[in-house]
């Protein structure tokens, strides 16, 4: 074990300083532009691609990264500079994600290029589990999978609701049941590319928040793809059934594993948030004046502003803990991922919040960020479990007690 530490490499802080200049320079001046528009913003999809930071390339270089940092910082940078822009740009990791943690090396060598694409023909990808029945319970999914033996091909019919890039993706892994009667340990991801018959979008969603990210429903009306686009195979899927149906132990497959993987750097956006929050009611507070003195003076705003600081950079290290033991192959005792974006979510909402208590009226209007911030912090206390279900994780680790 090396000497611990909490400083970050000086790779891994130019790293943060690219992307804090793409986030300043490229969607700081957009993102409110985007925000009303409520469209997929291309033209910062294209130029982040031109420069090399929405690639496969990046993302993997990141992802490898032996202390699990730089994804977090990335995250976090990305975040700070606009949320909704940041998931555009992020959502189609969910869906390497799904591939990498569910399909062979030779899946992953022709589908990963395949959800970026190039700089000059930008692809989405988008990964598919929730329903309009099926949220935080992942075990009631109802869109279903079915071999045909005689054609090799599986055969997907269901909707899937929240996903985003869905139905725009070029590249859709979506999560069905196989043999519904076994849970979660009896569903499977497939790789189903844009095109395919009997894929299309349905409902796309307005949204509260992150209003720059495209989010939609995915419908799949019997739509057949060949054997090879299950993930991890056919031979993989019929073993770990077979133990699910001997009452055996199987390993984490389809939605959790994603889950598992994404959960620090979800965190981490949020702590990008209230980072953002928090610098610009401290800069308004040094620069507002009431009753002849600056209103940092007054304890109540001060205490206040000492407070986000304070959780903000508790939740980043949390987040950074939860990167590191997912790195290292540490195991999750106390469930520590979940630890993490549930501080960190919660603080975001909390921070930005407090943000437009501070600024008063000014936090209110769209004229100013803080609104939008609030708007956006929203989401993250609810996507990729709900603070409950966190709880509920977390609860379950410390006492060993199926709780529910």
């Not at 992020?90 to 390497?96: I, Q, S």
């Not at 912090?377 to 603070?387: A, D, L, N, P, V």
Request: aromatic share 8%; proline share 3%.
């Amino acid at each position: 074990m090396g000497d611990f530490s909490l400083s970050v490499s000086d790779d891994q802080d130019a790293v943060r300083e690219w992307v804090h200049g793409f986030a300043r320079d490229v969607m700081r001046p957009v993102a409110s532009e985007w925000d009303e528009r409520e469209e997929t913003p291309w033209p910062v999809i294209e130029e982040a691609a031109k420069i090399g930071l929405y690639s496969l390339d990046f993302l993997a270089t990141a992802s490898m990264d032996p202390t699990g940092l730089t994804l977090s910082l990335v995250s976090e940078e990305l975040a700070w500079g606009d949320a909704g822009l940041a998931m555009s740009l992020l959502g189609t990791g969910l869906a390497v994600a799904g591939i990498w943690a569910n399909g062979t090396p030779e899946q992953h060598g022709e589908w990963l290029p395949q959800c970026y694409g190039t700089p000059d023909d930008v692809h989405l990808g988008a990964f598919c589990v929730s329903e309009p029945d099926a949220g935080s319970d992942v075990s009631s999914l109802r869109t279903r999978a079915r071999y045909d033996e005689a054609t090799d091909e599986w055969v997907l019919s269901g909707t899937k609701t929240w996903i985003t890039n869905g139905g725009i993706a070029d590249v859709h892994v979506v999560v069905a049941s196989v043999e519904p009667e076994l849970g979660t340990r009896g569903q499977a991801s497939f790789v189903v590319p844009k095109g395919t018959p009997g894929l299309k979008m349905g409902q796309k969603f307005s949204k509260h928040g992150l209003r720059a990210s495209h989010t939609a429903e995915v419908i799949l009306d019997d739509v057949r793809i060949p054997g090879h686009q299950l993930l991890g195979g056919k031979e993989r899927l019929d073993e770990r059934l077979a133990r699910a149906k001997e009452g055996r132990s199987t390993s984490s497959q389809a939605a959790f594993a994603t889950f598992e993987a994404t959960r620090p750097s979800v965190g981490a956006q949020a702590v990008g948030i209230a980072r953002a929050a928090y610098e610009f009611a401290l800069d308004y507070a040094k620069e507002r004046r009431q009753f002849g003195r600056a209103i940092i003076e007054n304890q109540a705003i001060a205490f206040t502003l000492a407070d986000m600081k304070t959780r903000i950079d508790a939740a980043r290290l949390l987040v950074w803990r939860a990167a590191w033991m997912a790195a290292t192959g540490a195991t999750f005792e106390s469930g520590e991922g979940s630890m993490s974006k549930l501080f960190a979510s919660e603080t975001a909402v909390w921070a930005t919040g407090e943000a437009i208590q501070i600024m008063g009226g000014y936090g209110y209007v769209r004229e100013n960020p803080v609104e939008r911030w609030h708007r956006d912090s929203r989401i993250y206390t609810i996507f990729e479990g709900t603070s409950e279900i966190q709880r509920l994780v977390i609860s379950r680790a410390i006492s060993g007690v199926r709780i529910r």
